[in-house]
């Protein structure tokens, strides 16, 4: 007798990379934020007012998605600990700040990220995304916080970047 079994519906398995949304957390005061001067830039990101998806250009969260339907997070896992390792072997007279330069790295858990969103949406079915939700007012911290995922303070401690997605359906 076999004993095998074959399930008579597919079963869709969603990876841990994807997070259902259990509260959206926005405001309008987000899209500020991006003017708070951070090491190197006195006066904010230098590309806000500048590209349509940065402030003020971008849209409003709920201007783009349908907030009453599910929506998800999708987030890349970058080692950031690991990278500035193998970095401080590579250029031993180098400084911290030099080690976790985002310029060395972000572009592999970007990259990541979009595969990701890619994958998520074939499998979720959703048709819209944005790779950018705090540029349209979603407070991207709380939000994960609150749907099970904990974001590391961006800080020279940090071991693991995750950037972050978010999915759902157009309004």
């Known amino acids: 007798m076999n004993n095998f079994y074959w399930p008579k519906k597919k079963l869709n398995i969603i990876p841990n990379w994807i997070i259902k949304v259990k509260k959206l957390f926005y405001s309008k005061k987000v899209l500020y934020w991006c003017n708070l001067k951070y090491p190197g830039h006195q006066k904010g990101c230098p590309m806000y007012g500048i590209r349509d998806k940065c402030p003020p250009a971008a849209p409003y969260i709920t201007d783009i998605f349908d907030i009453e339907k599910n929506m998800y997070i999708v987030h890349s896992e970058?080692?950031?600990?690991?990278?500035?390792?193998?970095?401080?072997?590579?250029?031993?007279?180098?400084?911290?700040?030099?080690?976790?330069?985002?310029?060395?790295?972000?572009?592999?858990?970007?990259?990541?990220?979009?595969?990701?969103?890619?994958?998520?949406?074939?499998?979720?079915?959703?048709?819209?995304?944005?790779?950018?939700?705090?540029?349209?007012?979603?407070?991207?911290?709380?939000?994960?916080?609150?749907?099970?995922?904990?974001?590391?303070?961006?800080?020279?401690?940090?071991?693991?970047?995750?950037?972050?997605?978010?999915?759902?359906?157009?309004?």
């Open 78 to 171: 970058f080692d950031l600990e690991k990278h500035v390792n193998k970095m401080k072997i590579k250029h031993p007279d180098w400084t911290e700040r030099q080690l976790r330069n985002c310029l060395y790295w972000q572009g592999t858990s970007r990259k990541q990220l979009k595969k990701r969103v890619e994958k998520a949406m074939l499998l979720l079915r959703t048709n819209i995304f944005t790779l950018m939700p705090h540029a349209s007012g979603v407070q991207v911290y709380r939000t994960c916080k609150h749907s099970g995922l904990i974001l590391e303070k961006i800080n020279n401690k940090m071991k693991i970047n995750r950037h972050v997605a978010l999915l759902g359906w157009k309004k």
